[in-house]
């Protein structure tokens, strides 16, 4: 009855937004929306993936009919689970949020510095919340070692959206390239990450996404291959003045909608993930999805995902050698790609956002109603 009389108030909220557009009814929308919600996840405004995180993993377990959940502030709610996207949700420039001590608490940490000045909190935070879930065993064991308690600490990789994230056919690949101008007879090496500090034009390297390693490796490719580089994302000035240093040509866009990132992963022959340190990262995902061969450094889910040779190539992170190497074996060997990519479409269907929405249900979710 409650959700049936719901219905027809926020029906008449719709209504009325559309007319008048006011603040205040945006806001009244929310707190009704989180009436019903037992899960309230709290996004990060300005990071496109931690708000595509938490947007994908509320609209599937309400269309997995497994538990309601909403993207709200949760300030004036109690007896709900609040999971915070991450960790700039949890503190603020006013401190450590302060939730409902009825609410049981969830951070998700995907990736820690060792010059982090938050590490120091983490004694406090460990005792304010119920469980701290991260994307890999990387990060798991280093948030073990600055603090929480071992026993909070749950595992659950970062998703992808499969229905979007897919090879298209050679006809289309075409068509991509010859919208974004990119040559058709050189090899088109990817690099989707902001990489510069700040997000202005970003020609100060932000030295953890490894920008300088990308460089060199692509500097050496460039010595034996007749490559072009596509680059997406913003603050990417420090590559782009590397590039036009070495002579290397480029494309440079940059998207409002995150999801046009799909066509440029489909006019690639290779993508490079030279980073020291990661949560994921989600180009390996979205590479295997899209039909391009990875090169990755060991950083994030990097190691639980890619087997060597198998399913992509995977580095210690700053060998340059062997990245290069590496890259270089998969433009020259056709046998090896094919292999490559074949069994990079076959990993990707474990990550789909239905299995992994699944994980959080039951690995956090569902247990802490249940305690």
């Not at 008048?20 to 989180?34: C, W």
């Not at 270089?328 to 474990?350: D, M, S, W, Y």
Request: contains cysteine.
């Amino acid at each position: 009855m409650l959700k049936f009389v719901l219905e027809i108030i926020l029906n008449f909220i719709n209504y009325l937004i559309k007319k008048y557009n006011k603040s205040y009814l945006f806001k009244l929308k929310r707190f009704l929306l989180g009436i019903t919600a037992k899960v309230i996840i709290v996004v990060e405004e300005g990071s496109w993936a931690i708000e595509l995180v938490g947007k994908y993993i509320s609209e599937n377990l309400k269309n997995l009919n497994l538990i309601n959940t909403e993207l709200i502030n949760p300030q004036i709610f109690k007896n709900r689970i609040i999971h915070f996207g991450s960790i700039n949700c949890l503190i603020t420039k006013n401190g450590l949020y302060k939730a409902h001590k009825s609410n049981k608490i969830v951070l998700t940490w995907f990736h820690i510095s060792p010059t982090d000045k938050r590490i120091k909190l983490i004694p406090v935070i460990n005792k304010s919340i119920d469980v701290v879930h991260t994307s890999n065993s990387i990060t798991a064991n280093q948030l073990n070692q600055y603090g929480f308690d071992e026993k909070k600490i749950v595992i659950i990789p970062i998703g992808i959206d499969l229905t979007a994230f897919k090879p298209f056919d050679n006809k289309k690949r075409k068509e991509i390239k010859k919208k974004y101008k990119i040559p058709k007879d050189k090899i088109i090496i990817g690099s989707f990450q902001k990489d510069g500090v700040g997000w202005g034009e970003g020609l100060e390297p932000k030295l953890i996404k490894g920008p300088d390693i990308l460089c060199e490796v692509i500097r050496r490719i460039h010595n034996d291959f007749n490559i072009h580089i596509f680059l997406t994302g913003p603050a990417r000035g420090y590559v782009k003045k590397k590039l036009e240093e070495y002579k290397i040509s480029y494309t440079h866009v940059f998207f409002e909608n995150y999801l046009d990132i799909v066509e440029c992963y489909n006019v690639l022959d290779l993508y490079l993930v030279t980073s020291r340190i990661e949560g994921g990262p989600q180009a390996i995902l979205e590479g295997m999805a899209t039909g391009v061969p990875i090169v990755t450094t060991k950083v994030g889910m990097a190691p639980e995902i890619v087997k060597d040779k198998i399913n992509g190539c995977i580095t210690e992170v700053e060998d340059v050698d062997t990245l290069y190497l590496y890259s270089a074996e998969i433009i020259k060997n056709e046998e090896l790609r094919k292999k490559i990519i074949k069994n990079g479409l076959k990993t990707v269907k474990n990550y789909g956002w239905e299995i992994i929405t699944r994980s959080y249900f039951e690995k956090i979710y569902k247990k802490l109603l249940e305690n």
